[in-house]
């Protein structure tokens, strides 16, 4: 066998040298072509500092040179690596400039043309600060959404009912721009677990989103939910439309957490989920007040007023505080209760049945004081009322009438929605011009006030109409200008019927009440 194996080497060696000048010579001319430039580089940044660059494979190239630049032309005649793959990682770079590659291709012919250009930017370190109780935060602790395009981005550890999606920033698909998957789901929960930081404290946290308007009619603000550490703190933070999902917003609440490990969990409050979310940013905050309650409300008992409020949306208030007066702003200084910052009811006992009362809440921390909630009243009673129903401020004459309107968006945002007593339900129209709300006061009164509570789709000219018969119609407030908002507006006129009858909408989208409110005597 090794006798057999040493002739058929002779044999081939003769074999190449009677050929010989015919093979080399075809060599020869094979080498004389310089490889084409790779084509279609991709980056790749790392979350360890590092980029990543690949290209397909070039015919006839036997290494690949990597040359880099710190801005678009600039990468330089030393390459900084040979290689004879078809990727090269660029590591122990800097999470702040954008570097710019290109690749050539070498043979025995040479080197050939430069690649077209690419650039990338490597994304923010993970756990650089705050991953050890006593290590500061600093300027700031980033928590990333996990991306299949990014090694080592897992920081978005449970997932209840979402899925993902990549998400471009600022309208750029390049790869060094593709920083992040977001996350949207009608329903479910996001849950940060391992969120560490030094020390107890008040925390700003701040999540980057983004929100394309008209993926649901009408629906220009999102809410979501917040728990920290498994206790509900909000359940209306807001994330408004930024336009499209190549366009980031921000949007931030100040929480306590505990030194250590803590948990954030976003859950979604409405069939419209929530916006598209790709980090949350944890950074130390500087103490401020709470915003002041909101919709305070009232409900009559014998001898007694129930009142029930919406927490603050900011500050972490421990307390809250109740003021009580006989007539209207004639509250005393002095509150006569203060409950703790997780409760947003109280009852005031002892009180004469058949004399109106007045209250409003404010909100405390270690700061200050918040600015004070609406003003609301009740009158007790014998037997009280019935166990829900809301009081009446004085003069407020449409409150649990019968409304109609001359569209609805769906059979959930019916007129009955606006007089109703409550911000949490609504009225809405079809998607047109002209659409009307009216409500139908049972007798005719003096009409001194409407207020109109306008959802995000409002109207931008319109009229507020009175009338003795429903058919003929008296102009007693007309607007070409409205902005939305809650719009309180004088007006003068008897009736038994008053609309609002608009003729421009503010958006693309209909028209939308919290509250119609008609006062008079």
């Not at 430039?37 to 360890?48: F, I, K, W």
């Not at 409150?399 to 007593?421: F, I, K, R, W, Y």
């Amino acid at each position: 066998m090794t006798t057999s194996r040493r002739g058929i080497a002779r044999a081939c060696i003769v074999l190449l040298a009677l050929t010989g000048i015919g093979l080399g010579a075809t060599h020869a001319a094979m080498a004389a072509d310089v490889p084409d430039a790779p084509e279609e580089l991709e980056l790749v940044a790392g979350s360890d500092l590092s980029i990543t660059i690949e290209w397909p494979a070039v015919t006839g190239a036997t290494s690949y040179r990597i040359y880099r630049g710190t801005a678009s032309g600039a990468e330089g005649n030393t390459p900084i690596a040979t290689t004879t793959d078809t990727e090269y990682k660029d590591s122990n770079l800097s999470s702040t400039p954008i570097y710019f590659y290109q690749v050539t291709a070498v043979n025995a012919a040479g080197e050939s043309a430069r690649s077209d250009e690419d650039a990338s930017k490597t994304p923010p370190p993970i756990g650089t600060g705050g991953d050890v109780p006593g290590v500061t935060v600093g300027a700031g602790k980033v928590y990333y959404c996990k991306d299949a395009l990014l090694g080592g981005f897992d920081w978005f550890q449970t997932l209840s009912g979402w899925f993902p999606s990549v998400l471009g920033s600022s309208g750029s698909d390049a790869p060094g721009d593709r920083v992040v998957d977001m996350a949207y789901a009608e329903e479910g929960t996001m849950t940060f677990n391992n969120v560490v930081v030094p020390t107890a404290g008040l925390y700003t946290v701040d999540w980057r989103y983004a929100f394309q308007g008209g993926l649901f009619p009408g629906v220009n603000n999102r809410q979501m939910g917040l728990k920290v550490n498994g206790v509900v703190i909000t359940s209306t933070q807001s994330f408004p439309i930024t336009g499209s999902f190549d366009v980031y917003g921000h949007s931030a609440l100040q929480v306590r957490l505990n030194a250590g490990v803590n948990s954030i969990q976003q859950f979604a409050v409405s069939d419209h989920g929530l916006s598209r979310v790709d980090l949350m940013t944890v950074t130390p905050a500087t103490a401020s007040s709470p915003a002041g309650p909101t919709n305070l409300r009232a409900t009559a008992g014998g001898t007694s007023a129930t009142l029930n409020w919406n927490a603050s949306a900011s500050g972490n208030p421990t307390s809250y505080r109740i003021y009580r007066g006989t007539k209207s702003d004639g509250e005393v200084t002095t509150p006569v209760a203060t409950v703790g910052g997780g409760t947003t009811t109280f009852t005031d006992t002892g009180l004469q049945n058949g004399k109106l009362y007045f209250y409003f809440v404010d909100a405390v921390n270690a700061v200050g004081g918040s600015p004070n909630s609406n003003e609301v009243s009740v009158t007790p009673m014998a037997g009280g009322t019935p166990s829900g129903t809301p009081s009446n401020p004085p003069g407020l004459l449409s409150q649990g009438h019968p409304a109609t309107a001359s569209s609805v968006e769906n059979g959930g945002l019916v007129a009955a929605n606006a007089v109703d007593g409550s911000t949490a339900t609504r009225w809405s129209s079809a998607f047109s011009d002209p659409q009307w709300l009216r409500v139908d006061l049972g007798a005719s009164h003096p009409i001194n006030r409407v207020v109109l509570n306008w959802q995000n789709a409002y109207g931008k000219a319109f009229e507020v109409q009175t009338s003795l018969d429903g058919t003929n119609w008296t102009t007693v407030y007309s607007t070409t200008t409205g902005a939305g908002g809650v719009q309180s507006l004088a007006v003068t006129g008897t009736g038994r019927y008053v609309r609002m009858y608009g003729t421009q909408r503010g958006t693309q989208y209909g028209y939308s009440l919290l509250e119609f409110q008609v006062y008079g005597t």
